[in-house]
């Protein structure tokens, strides 16, 4: 269930952070918006990497950081623990 629970928050942060880019795309002056969406993209990509640590790629060009094809060595992150 941590997993689950993990990538959960990845991917709420993730939506943060897209969210955050469409509305700096009409307000790019807002400093205190900027401001937030740099917390917001570290906060994701700290979410991300510690996934990734303990239960593998997310994405297929993360696996391309291995020396062979890792990518289908793990549950896929949309499938359940195998």
């Known amino acids: 269930m941590e997993r689950m629970k993990m990538l959960e928050w990845v991917q709420a942060l993730c939506f943060v952070v897209v969210d955050m880019e469409l509305y700096l795309d009409t307000h790019p002056c807002d400093e205190e918006a900027l401001a937030f969406y740099r917390d917001s993209v570290e906060n994701y990509e700290k979410a991300k990497r510690k996934f990734e640590e303990m239960y593998g790629p997310l994405t297929a060009v993360k696996s391309m950081d ?8 793990v549950p896929l992150p949309w499938e359940g623990v195998r």
Do not use: G, L, M
Request: aromatic share 24%; glycine share 0%; proline share 0%.
């Open 66 to 73: 291995c020396e062979r094809w890792a990518w289908a060595d």
